[in-house]
């Protein structure tokens, strides 16, 4: 199972996926979350994030795209940076799909 954390601390040195989630301007009233991966190294004893998707994907298919990816690649966790909590977390939760620190 997945483990998602909005707290990078939390993981220390567990290899993880980055999650970003931002919201682009609104346009004509209509805004979009959107969501996209970034790679995450820890080189020298500093994180290094490199982009891995498009940013203008909705949030809810990037964020299942994120959880596919990392249970392809031997990933047990996600951290999401979304300083706004734009982004609910909770029902992939309740379905058992992730498991949330």
Same mark, same amino acid.
């Given at each position: 199972m997945i483990r998602v954390t909005r707290d990078k601390?939390?993981?220390g040195d567990v290899p993880f996926i980055?999650?970003?989630v931002w919201m682009p301007r609104p346009i004509e009233d209509e805004a979009t979350v959107c969501g996209y991966q970034?790679?995450?190294e820890? +080189? %020298?004893g500093i994180d290094c994030f490199r982009q891995r998707t498009p940013i203008w994907i909705p949030v809810a298919q990037?964020?299942?795209n994120a959880c596919r990816d990392? +249970? %392809?690649q031997g990933i047990s966790a996600i951290w999401i940076k979304d300083p706004y909590r734009?982004?609910?977390v909770?029902?992939?939760v309740r379905q058992g799909l992730i498991d949330q620190f």
């Open positions: 601390d939390e993981l980055g999650f970003y970034v790679s995450h820890r +080189k %020298a990037a964020f299942e990392a +249970k %392809a734009l982004f609910d909770e029902p992939w």
